[in-house]
């Protein structure tokens, strides 16, 4: 049984993580957008997620896989509940500039 994932070589999959990480890094750090940011975590978050699963097929291992179902409620969670925090400061400054935070310390 040759499925489709034993034809891709794994550098295919460490090149594509690594694409994929390394856009999210450059949205966190030249982003001020709050959803944006959150976009950028959540794809480096599955940048990870991928590079999990690649090597727990490369190694036949399925504690990879089961790791991911994790990071993916955490990932669920931290959505939520940042989702919540960026609503509140909407409704308190009217924009989700990053940089407008300052604001809310007086």
Do not use: W
Request: aromatic share 8%; charged share 10%; hydrophobic share 60%.
């Amino acid at each position: 049984m040759n499925t489709i994932f034993q034809q891709i070589p794994i550098e295919h999959y460490i090149t594509l993580s690594a694409i994929l990480f390394c856009i999210g890094v450059l949205g966190v750090l030249t982003r001020r957008n709050a959803i944006v940011l959150f976009m950028s975590v959540e794809l480096m978050l599955n940048s990870v997620n991928l590079l999990l699963v690649a090597f727990s097929m490369f190694h036949a291992n399925p504690a990879g896989q089961i790791l991911v179902f994790f990071i993916m409620a955490v990932a669920a969670a931290e959505v939520a509940i940042g989702l919540a925090i960026i609503v509140m400061i909407y409704r308190n400054l009217k924009t989700i500039d990053i940089a407008e935070l300052s604001k809310l310390k007086h």
